[in-house]
């Protein structure tokens, strides 16, 4: 038999006439047909190896199967055989009559070798398959069917029945567009010998969390049902489906009439979107040429323009091979050249576009030698195409006052001279300035984002040492130089008066100031009993060093990610253990620090004259500011929880709390919310939000499944994060908890070679990912210092238009 004779009845037939093809012949076989009639067939095969009755879970499935053929639109209906009798697949006439066959077999060695040389050549012929949770199990011996299911359950897998949470991440599969992302039902649920997964397109996974998975658990990425074009024709698989209850749920028959329309050929769909080969990972800049950044300078941010080309940005960092300026009596001390370059997709070169005087190049030793000011973020204006406004985030050295160890932060508009492709540094006109202490490190931020309405967010750090606090609450009220505390963060991100450790949002306008849209946290006319102040320029306070935001303008909903302290354990007496943070916001709000972090779970005071001593527990419905170093308001808006916080023991500890609802910080008695997370040495790099452009031509855009999920990464890649998670948009405000996360790590590649050190990363006009590495050292940059593209190259749905069938007429 050949797959040319199979074609000739499966692509051929049904889907090119209405005349009703012949009935098979065999008497082993039953046909239920929807009204009308139909010229689309599924074949079900339910042969076993096993003696004995008919398992009752394999009656319920074909019952099913058949009650799916003669429902919906009549377009999509299809007649319905099954068969026990594995003949049929010697019999290429026969077979190729049938647009999709299912496995809903209790598995063994059901075929012999003609019969799957007979399935082979109906799948080379285009055919379709779908397997049936213990078809997993069937031909045992056979290579070509584990690729045709995808994975092989594990021996020692639970047997019983159990309750879990499905979440399901494609939301346009057929199969899975139409159900609960986080679906409850009762199940058999098997373990895989091998995780599927980045060789398969996975639609949806149980939870292990919800359930009890056994000794041969796959972790938190457990996949349970998925797809793949494979040897020509169409797979799909679930794993679910294992008692005769299943398929008596209408979410469970939705799931496998999905499943049915799309290897008949009755709809098309994406089975490509996950798998990895369909993804390239493209470095797009050399290394530097010797004692120059005429590539990239040390990376800190990009933006991409509506021309395709990406702007990027040096901090300030030299090449290792220039000197620093490290003593403060030089007039020179700390003195870098922030960069902008740009990459052009028509010459795919590289040009330097300017460069600004930054107060920035320093690194290396003590909390008051290195420093993380410089050039800090780059925008664009909504109108860039028609006026070449650049908006830059900075650290200018020429406003260092050397004796206060004092520098002045701004938010600048220059001008692109299109013609020339350079930045006129004359054109400046100074946005925003407010202070920054830079006798100690650290915390600049940098991060801006525009929303639709054309208001600009800026983030900014907390400009707080790291140290003096044990890697705990960053409030240590006693260190200062020359009166400016450099360890409180209550005189910065817990302060209403002022600027640092915030999200700012302002509305720029076109003579180079800007006005205050409504909706801020505070309108900077606010007092208390203390008289204290407010800014009326901060839509976001109590963050700590927000590296990358990013808002989506669909929905002008703000996402943020910001690093956490160094403790690397939880602490009883002092708080929670350093938890990196994202935050999906949706309106003007207070997220914690330095009083309160992850879920809100409180830090504790400290005392004065000794900050050794702890006083009591922050609380977090009702936060206080009593820092000497406090210009703003006493009394604080309550704070908001945030969405994702992870630490080196796990992603979102969480413990119990007493009755005044602190945490026991005890680690023995954490439990972990999001399982799939984990740091160590972390630093989280928010991300974009993928919008998916069907209008665009481009053969590099990311496919329509990854729309509307949200990256979240790590500068590190070890067992740090580099997700798309969904959140649900009734809690996400609230700090609710992602429903549903999935490993980019295959796709952005990680490793010394690849994408390690993750610093910004967005999508460009193309639909393509551009990422940012930083390099291998710290505070310059180096030979792995690199721009990087990740392109899609998976094509498009399947089957092809042409090859659709038509359904029950």
Not at 417 to 446: F, I, M, N, Y
Not at 640 to 664: F, H, L, M
């Amino acid at each position: 038999m050949t797959a040319g004779v199979v074609a000739a009845g499966l692509l051929s037939g049904p889907a090119a006439s209405a005349r009703p093809a012949p009935l098979p012949s065999s008497t082993t076989m039953s046909i239920k047909s929807p009204p009308g009639g139909a010229n689309v067939r599924v074949l079900i095969f339910y042969g076993s190896a096993a003696a004995g009755e008919e398992s009752p879970v394999v009656n319920a499935g074909i019952e099913a199967i058949e009650r799916i053929g003669v429902s919906g639109p009549a377009e999509q209906r299809f007649d319905v055989v099954a068969t026990g009798d594995a003949s049929v697949f010697t019999d290429a006439t026969r077979l190729g009559r049938f647009n999709a066959i299912v496995f809903l077999t209790g598995g063994g060695d059901v075929l012999d070798p003609e019969q799957e040389a007979g399935l082979e050549a109906y799948m080379e012929a285009g055919g379709g398959f779908v397997g049936v949770h213990d078809a997993a199990r069937a031909e045992p011996y056979s290579d070509w069917f584990t690729g045709l299911i995808g994975a092989r359950p594990a021996a020692s897998g639970p047997t019983n029945t159990q309750r879990a949470v499905v979440e399901v991440g494609d939301r346009r599969h057929p199969a899975t567009k139409d159900l609960p992302v986080q679906w409850k039902r009762s199940d058999v649920w098997p373990n895989w010998v091998k995780n599927p997964s980045g060789d398969v397109h996975t639609v949806a996974r149980v939870r292990e969390s919800t359930y009890q998975p056994g000794a041969s658990a796959n972790g938190a990425d457990h996949p349970v049902s998925w797809c793949r074009d494979y040897d020509g024709g169409r797979s799909f698989y679930t794993g679910m489906g294992g008692t005769v209850s299943s398929y008596d749920e209408t979410d469970f028959r939705a799931h496998l009439r999905g499943a049915l329309l799309w290897t008949s050929r009755l709809v098309r769909a994406d089975c490509k979107a996950t798998i990895t080969g369909n993804y390239a990972a493209e470095r797009l800049t050399e290394p530097n040429q010797p004692g120059r950044n005429d590539q990239i300078g040390e990376p800190h941010g990009l933006v991409t323009a509506p021309d395709g080309r990406v702007l990027y940005i040096g901090r300030g960092g030299a090449d290792s091979s220039q000197p620093v300026v490290t003593d403060w009596n030089d007039p020179d001390v700390g003195k870098g050249k922030g960069q902008i370059h740009i990459w052009d997709p028509r010459t795919r070169k590289v040009t330097l576009a300017g460069e600004l005087s930054v107060f920035g190049n320093k690194g290396g030793g003590d909390e008051l030698v290195k420093v993380e000011e410089g050039l800090l973020g780059i925008e664009l204006d909504p109108r860039f195409e028609q006026n070449g406004w650049v908006y830059l985030h900075y650290t200018p050295h020429a406003g260092l006052d050397r004796d206060r160890r004092i520098a002045e932060r701004r938010v600048s508009r220059f001008t692109l001279d299109r013609a020339t492709g350079k930045l006129d540094l004359g054109s400046e006109k100074v946005l925003l300035k407010w202070p920054v202490q830079v006798h100690s490190c650290c915390h600049a931020g940098g991060g801006m984002a525009w929303d639709s309405k054309g208001n600009l967010y800026i983030a900014t750090g907390d400009n707080n040492s790291s140290g003096f606090s044990d890697g705990y609450s960053g409030n240590n009220p006693a260190p200062n130089y020359k009166g400016v505390s450099f360890a409180d963060a209550r005189r910065t991100a817990g302060n209403t008066n002022n600027l640092n450790g915030k999200i700012l949002r302002v509305h720029p306008e076109p003579d180079g100031t800007y006005t205050l849209p409504e909706g801020n946290l505070f309108t900077g006319r606010e007092t208390d009993e203390g008289g204290g102040k407010t800014r009326g320029e901060i839509y976001v306070m109590g963050v700590r060093n927000p590296a990358r935001i990013f808002v989506d303008r669909t929905t002008d909903v703000l996402y943020a990610g910001w690093v956490g302290p160094d403790a690397g354990a939880p602490s009883t007496t002092w708080g929670p253990a350093k938890y990196d943070t994202f935050a999906v916001i949706t309106r003007a709000s207070n997220r914690g620090w330095p009083y309160c972090m992850g879920n809100k779970q409180p830090y504790r005071d400290r005392n004065l004259p000794d900050p050794t001593k702890p006083l009591g527990w922050y609380d977090c419905d009702r936060p206080k500011n009593e820092s000497p170093n406090n210009d703003g308001l006493m009394n604080l808006p309550p704070v908001t929880g945030n969405n994702i916080w992870y630490s080196p023991q796990g992603g979102a500890p969480d413990y119990p709390r007493d009755a005044a609802g602190v945490p026991s910080y005890k680690q023995e008695e954490a439990s972990y919310l999001l399982p799939w997370l984990k740091g160590g040495g972390q630093a989280a790099m928010n991300g974009p939000v993928y919008r998916y452009d069907q209008a665009s031509t481009s053969a590099a855009k990311w496919p329509a499944y990854w729309d509307g999920k949200w990256f979240v990464g790590d500068f590190y890649d070890a067992d740090q994060p580099r997700n798309a998670v969904i959140t649900d948009p009734k809690t996400q405000g609230d700090g609710g908890l992602p429903v549903h996360s999935e490993s980019l790590k295959k796709i952005v590649p990680i490793g010394n070679d690849g994408i390690k050190n993750l610093m910004d990363w967005k999508f460009g006009p193309d639909g393509a990912l551009y990422v940012l590495d930083y390099g291998r050292g710290f505070f310059n940059s180096d030979a792995k210092s690199a721009l990087w593209r990740v392109t899609y190259r998976g094509g498009e749905p399947t089957p092809a238009a042409g090859q659709l069938a038509r359904g029950g007429q």
